[in-house]
């Protein structure tokens, strides 16, 4: 592994490693035992989007680490002025260890990782949200046990979370379920890898998606980027909603998770999202540690 582009490219025994990683990591944390694993070496981190989760952690993660992360708004870099992006890569090669960007554009981060000679890591496209998907699954596996033969589904926008959902959900043999509004579904080409390599289902049938889910998962209606769509989303993803009924139709003892940020009374309920906090914010918490343990995995 040389890369986090996406998590197609990653195979289940290098997933499964990452997440025994960032099992190992957070015990270290917690029990204040020093993992310098990372001394001296630098993180790029590119933004062309908002951020506090990716920001953040990765930004602790590699002081834990004991390297460093400088936050590189595109806006203040040439890049945002036009640079291309194969010559950044070829600078920011001579300087960094690594590099994390969020951008729009899957095709950028592949180009740098194509013209860079550092590890690159995806942290959110319009395609993929590998980083928050590996601790999803730190997250349902420290709860579950196994991830093989869980069933997962997915309700709302077929957008990036969707998108990696499916990838590591399918790459862990997880039963993959979801339900979106037809001209919102996930990628074509990943659902039809999906479909040929597990248990994979989509429909615009809510509580037939959520039929014995072992977990549930959701995300905003309206993605960073689509912000002048949000009107006519909402619209359209009215009924796509975790809800009372959603957990009903689900396993008695379902776990529910969001990425976050949240947009309370849109895809979930106030009720449902508190009644699940603890659940979701040691999600958000696990973003840190399966973050460090792919900077470990890439760059140690
Ligand atoms: N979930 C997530 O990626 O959050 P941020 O946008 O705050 O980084
Ligand atoms: N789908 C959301 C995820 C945010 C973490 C977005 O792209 O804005």
Redesign the pocket.
């Known amino acids: 592994m040389n890369h986090l582009l996406k998590l197609t490219d990653l195979s289940t025994a290098e997933i499964l490693d990452i997440l025994d990683t960032a099992d190992r990591l957070k015990y270290q944390k917690k029990h204040g035992i020093e993992h310098h694993y990372l001394k001296g070496k630098a993180l790029g981190m590119i933004f062309r989007?908002s951020s506090t989760?990716?920001r953040v952690s990765f930004e602790v993660g590699m002081y834990d680490l004991g390297g460093t992360a400088l936050f590189l708004s595109s806006q203040d870099l040439q890049i945002g002025r036009g640079e291309p992006v194969q010559d950044t890569a070829r600078v920011l090669s001579r300087y960094l260890d690594g590099i994390m960007i969020r951008t729009f554009d899957q095709e950028e981060v592949e180009a740098l990782a194509e013209h860079g000679s550092i590890p690159i890591i995806n942290g959110?496209t319009?395609y993929c949200?590998p980083c928050?998907v590996l601790a999803d699954l730190m997250t349902v596996r420290e709860r579950r046990g196994d991830l093989a033969g869980q069933k997962m589904c997915y309700i709302g926008?077929g957008?990036?979370?969707c998108n990696s959902l499916i990838a590591g959900g399918i790459k862990t043999g997880m039963k993959v379920s979801v339900a979106c509004p037809q001209e919102y579904a996930p990628d074509a080409e990943l659902m039809k890898w999906a479909a040929e390599n597990g248990a994979f289902t989509c429909t615009r049938n809510i509580l037939e998606a959520a039929a014995d889910a072992d977990v549930l998962f959701t995300?905003?209606w309206a993605?960073?980027?689509?912000e002048s769509e949000a009107e006519q989303r909402k619209k359209v993803f009215k009924g796509y909603q975790i809800n009372d009924a959603v957990v009903a139709a689900a396993k008695p003892d379902v776990m529910v998770q969001h990425?976050?940020?949240a947009h309370r009374e849109e895809e979930i309920t106030e009720k449902v999202f508190e009644a699940h906090a603890d659940e979701i914010f040691e999600e958000a918490e696990n973003r840190l540690h399966a973050q460090k343990a792919v900077m470990v995995k890439l760059m140690a």
Do not use: A, I, Y
Not at 223 to 226: A, K, L
């Open positions: 989007k989760r990716t959110l319009d949200h928050q926008d957008n990036n979370m995300d905003v993605s960073m980027g689509q990425c976050l940020p």
